[in-house]
């Protein structure tokens, strides 16, 4: 490419730094989340570690320029591991004064703003609720402000390729793209291939973004060359553990976990959902791969999605679900059916912030008690959490494991955040697992629809076009040795044990709570659950690196607890638990073992930064006696 | 409990479990169950691959008196599961067994659903106009003034069809019966059970218990002849002890009205011959309620589609005969990776 001598020369001048956030921010029309996902693909490629966050609007398409309509997408990359997308940008590209002004406060001090000046009319201004042009009025004074007409360089850049003006405009966000290319100097290749394929059929449209791209770099190196008053920097590779990688959202883990769990189980596939934020998207992942055997169903209702799900488990498929909050609670009927038939079934709990609609775009965790608690009756089913998109994977095939194995519904809990969010994840080897395959019930010899294994507990599963084992189950209390309706006081109390003791006895067939950082005793245990493992992780990292006495907990199976936790936690002299509710695993973990735990509570929409539960545990160890 | 050893013919006794019957005597659903085993053993259908889904209500108790395959799920949603179990084996034959509110009040969006998708199951609606299970309150299908412990000044909102709501949700198959018809009744499950594709049959049935002799108009013996239709394709719509009387298009009305053969000039060619794949005159039957017309009883629509799960199945056929050696390694390794050394 041509610029490549030039960003050579500048490379000698180019300050080297650790990690870097960048956040790019405009309207939700101007194309955020691709520029994101393009400038993802290209900094894995340069080889650091990376995670991101996707921050987009509820509405499709709010009013152009106004506040609530501004979609951002940040990226935190380096040269060391990277675990969370970062507490406060470094650079903040806003494409408009909206963007500029939702995101202004984020900014760490003498940050980098990148602003399109084109879009910072009047009218605009007045939109985002700017009293006077920020550019003029010395509020971005000690920040480092590179204000350029955007849109007018892209209209120049693309002229020669013949797009309408309305089209030509849309590419100033691949100008802002090229720009910060040159900054950080990354390839500009990989983006120029995407785009080629993506617009193979328009071809102008392809070549009129890779110019804007191209026009975007060549302006940071004129500058860079003219004033010198721009900073450029490298970020040296990361050092990650050898092998093959790709980027991945928790979506796309979560879908390719389950049909790899299913295959491992010796399953067929029926997905059943309803269009739901931010779960939708497991649907549409799951409904292009049909290749695999899984048949995808886009039910009437939330309900009509558990049902089917139940109905396919009950004819021998994997029957699995997706939903967020008030779905789960639509389908929670029909999982304590399933959990009084005993059928497997995996629930995929995509949470959202709430109670009600909420905010459907932003996350939380707040769903714990739902998962645990969340049914009428004694009603007991298997909880796992993942931790992270690429944590996503190995966390669906367990759920799919636990839930053939023991015959039960499972709830995965993930969240707005991993779902949408991407990391660079070295690809398994998918043959290298362990198999678990499902043998159904075929003996006619003394069958009984609820006869168990000794050691699982799992009923036997018998599905219809079995000759021989016709049998009827259902809803209503069933003897526990013939299956049939039993309204019977002693039975209700066998069987409602059973269910409990089978659930419980999961507990012997998971691994122990390891320690993810720090010691097995002693100081602070920091437990947590989910997508909170980033920011908890790397304050943990941060703080033993002073030397501080604090550990790092994670779990991944909420329920049943793992075997040594309560042994484990009463090994600490203090226990805190960040979470983005207000205190869901603390009253379980105080319930459970009667442990100090204390609660750490965010339910902003927005992920914990690091430095708030640095902070906290700071608190908490000079509050030590 | 189980058959281990198959006779040869299985006989209607066959098809019926060790387990008893706990619906009221009296009940019209005995003669229901019996009904359907008959029509099994006329079709000689194989056992285990025979699924009878239910909801809830005193219907839903079904599946537990057939020795096949059965669930007895919740309330309002066995279409629902129903159609998971037939997307996920399209080999079973499947019926779904249901009441008036378990299919028109907590269940009707479901009903709708798969009707319009046009799975291939049969549901059977058995419709007695009373919640029975929960004591007698109205039901969706309850005649206004029903007098219940929920509504003891009588029910002021109108009742729906069974049979109009399953025609305009798309059904393509669409029949009536009642429960005292011992002979009829196997017949229509048989043609259903023919049909592919979602077969909605509504039956009429008594609740000896809280509303008792609702359909007796026209149900009694007395009053069959004169108060019923039974409709046949390719024949002439003619009812009454001579047959005489006979259903005929109003002239220049889109509505029909009952006409005697040979008084006023009305001759045999005036009356409307029953044509099952006319939906038009489907509607006409289905809307005709006692006492100003004879209760039209038989298949009212039958015109087969697409069938969801062929659909299904075709897709997925496809997909994998386009990649057939597809494998989950491969997926993980296409679009952009890089390899860190």
Redesign the interface.
Known sequence: MEGSQAAGLSKARREEVEDVVVRFAGDSGDGIQITGSQFT?TT??A?NDLATFPDFPAEIRAPAGTTFGVSAFQIHFGSHDIKTAGDAPNVLVALNPAALKVNLDDLVKGGMIIADTGAFTDRNLKKAGFDSNPFDDGSLDGYQVIAVDITALTLEAVKPHGLSQKEAARCKNMWSLGLVYWIYDRDRD?SAA?LNQRFADRKEIANSNIAAINAGHAYGETMEVSAGKVHAYSVAPAK????????VTGIEALS?GI??GA?FAGL?T?F?GYPITPASAVLHTLSK?????V?T?Q???E???V???????????L?VTASSGPGIALKM??IG?AIS?ELPLIILNVQRAGPSTGLPTKTEQSDLYQAVYGRNADAPLVVLAARSPSDSFDVAIEAVRLATQFMTPVMLLADGYIANASEPW??????AYDKFPVHFHTD?EG??PFMRDEITLARAWA??????????????EKSST?G??SYDAENHQVMTDLRKKKIDGIAKFIPDQDVALGDDKGGIAVVGWGSTYGPINRAVQLLRAKKTKVSHIHLRHIWPLPPNLGELLSGYDKILVPEMNTGQLTTVLRDQYLVPAESLSKVSGMPFKVTEIESAIRDRLETKK | MNVTTRPDKLTAKDYASDQEVRWCPGCGDYAIVRAMQTALAEMQAPPEKTVFISGIGCAARFPYYMSTYGFHTIHGRAAAIATGTKIANPELDIWVISGDGDSLSIGGNHLMHVLRRNVDLQYILFNNEIYGLTKGQYSPTSRVGTRSPSTPAGSIDAPVSPTEFAIGCGARFVARGIDTQLKQLPQLFIRAKEHKGASFIEILQNCIVYNDAIFADFTQKSMVEEKQIAVEHGKPLLFGKDRTKGIRLKPGRMEVEVVTVGAGGIEEKDILVHDETNKMMAHLLASMESPEFPVAVGVLYCEPGPTYDEGVYHQLDEAIAAQPKASMNDLLRAGSTWTVE
């Open positions: 693909l894995a490629l080889g990989p995407w990650i553990e050898p092998g093959l990688y790709r980027t390719w049909v790899a295959g067929r029926t059943a791969m049909k290749q695999f055997d048949t169903f039910a009437e209702d309900i009509a999605a049902g089917a799900a139940i109905g396919a488990a009950y004819a021998g498929n029957g009927e029909a059916l038939v070295k690809i398994p080897d998918v043959d006619v069958f009984q599905i219809p076009g079995t000759p021989g084992l016709e049998h009827r189950i259902g809803g209503i013939t049939n309706i």
